[in-house]
C-alpha cells in the first residue's frame, strides 16, 4: 500500500509540474500583449486611477517574458537555416544539436543569453521608468504613454537580436 501511495504521490507532482510549465509558457508567450493591451482599456476606462501597482507588476514580470523570448530565439535562426538546407533536424533537434556542438555548447549560449537578457531588461527598465520622470506631459497622456512605451525598454534585447539576425540575414542574400 505505502508503495502504490509513493507512486500516486510521484505522478500528482509530474503532472503539477507539467501544468505548471504549461502555465509559465502561456504566461510568458501572451504577456507582451497584456503589457500592451490592459493598460490602454484602463486608463481609457478610468484615467484618474492609481496605475503604480499594475506598473510595478509590469516592471517586475516583463524581463521574465523577455528571458522567455530570448531562449527562445537565440537558436531560431540556425534551425530554420538547417530546414531550408534540406537537413533532418532530429527528434528534439538532436542532429542539429551535435553539428553545434553538442546538449552543453547549446544549452549554454541560449541560457547565457536569457540571463543576460533577464539581467538587461531590468536594467533598461530602470532607466526607461527614471527618464521618464523627466518627459513634462500633462496626465492621463503621460501615463497612457509611459505605459505604452515601456515594452520598448524591457524587450529591447529581444528586439536587438531579431534585429541583429534580420540585417546579417539581408546582408547574406
Not at 484602463?42 to 524581463?63: K, Q, T
Not at 549560449?109 to 527598465?125: I, N, P, R
Request: some cysteine; proline content about 5%.
Amino acid at each position: 500500500m505505502e508503495i502504490i501511495r509513493q507512486v500516486q504521490e510521484l505522478i500528482w507532482w509530474v503532472v503539477r509540474q507539467a501544468l505548471q510549465f504549461i502555465a509559465f509558457v502561456l504566461w510568458a508567450a501572451f504577456f507582451p500583449v497584456v503589457l500592451l493591451v490592459l493598460p490602454v482599456v484602463l486608463i481609457c476606462h478610468n484615467p484618474r486611477a492609481d496605475y503604480s501597482l499594475m506598473g510595478e507588476v509590469f516592471f517586475w514580470a516583463a524581463p521574465w517574458s523577455c528571458a522567455f523570448y530570448m531562449a527562445m530565439s537565440v537558436h531560431w535562426h540556425s534551425v530554420r537555416q538547417w530546414k531550408r538546407e534540406g537537413r533532418d533536424v532530429g527528434v528534439f533537434a538532436y542532429k542539429w544539436r551535435e553539428a553545434h556542438g553538442g546538449m552543453f555548447c547549446t544549452l549554454v549560449k541560449s541560457s547565457v543569453y536569457m540571463f543576460g537578457a533577464l539581467f538587461a531588461s531590468y536594467v533598461l527598465g530602470f532607466f526607461y521608468l527614471f527618464a521618464w520622470h523627466c518627459v513634462p506631459l500633462h496626465q492621463p497622456a503621460k501615463l497612457l504613454l509611459g505605459f505604452e512605451f515601456f515594452p520598448l525598454a524591457a524587450y529591447a534585447p529581444v528586439i536587438l537580436l531579431w534585429v541583429t539576425r534580420w540585417l546579417r540575414g539581408s546582408e547574406v542574400q
